[in-house]
């Protein structure tokens, strides 16, 4: 098993940054594809970003598109997601998931059904005031 800790949430205002980490231990860190994904209070689960193996091809949210980097340092069997430009929107529990990719190319797209993660961490609250 894959076990994912997240961390790095907190409150900030708008317009401020944050940097999330997702530290992996168990299994093979660089056999999983990666990806973030949020959810807030009576909203439905949405894609954020992902990540190949490599961590050379990237896929993003409009929503978040130039704001937002998702990286990962495969010797350290961590993935981050620095956020800037933060908006009260933005505001969510954020949770990073794993991917099984055979290939190092694989990238999940954000239609990407959920189920196909087989790994999940807990989550951060992020909250962004205004």
């Known amino acids: 098993q894959l076990q994912l800790v997240e961390s790095g949430g907190g409150l900030v205002q708008a317009g401020g940054s944050l940097r999330l980490s997702c530290a992996a231990s168990?299994?093979?860190?660089?056999?999983?594809?990666m990806a973030w994904f949020r959810q807030a209070p009576g909203k439905e689960r949405e894609f954020v970003a992902s990540?190949?193996?490599?961590?050379?091809?990237?896929n993003y949210a409009d929503s978040v598109k130039g704001r937002f980097t998702i990286s990962r340092d495969n010797a350290k069997n961590t993935l981050y997601l620095q956020m800037n430009s933060l908006k009260p929107e933005d505001t969510a529990v954020y949770h990073c998931?794993?991917?099984?990719?055979?290939?190092?190319?694989?990238?999940?797209?954000?239609?990407?059904?959920?189920?196909?993660?087989?790994?999940w961490g807990q989550g951060t609250q992020v909250t962004v005031s205004s």
């Open positions: 998931a794993a991917h099984y990719s055979v290939t190092p190319y694989y990238t999940p797209r954000p239609d990407t059904p959920g189920d196909e993660y087989v790994y």
């Open positions: 168990g299994r093979t860190f660089t056999n999983y594809a």
């Open positions: 990540i190949n193996r490599r961590g050379d091809i990237t």
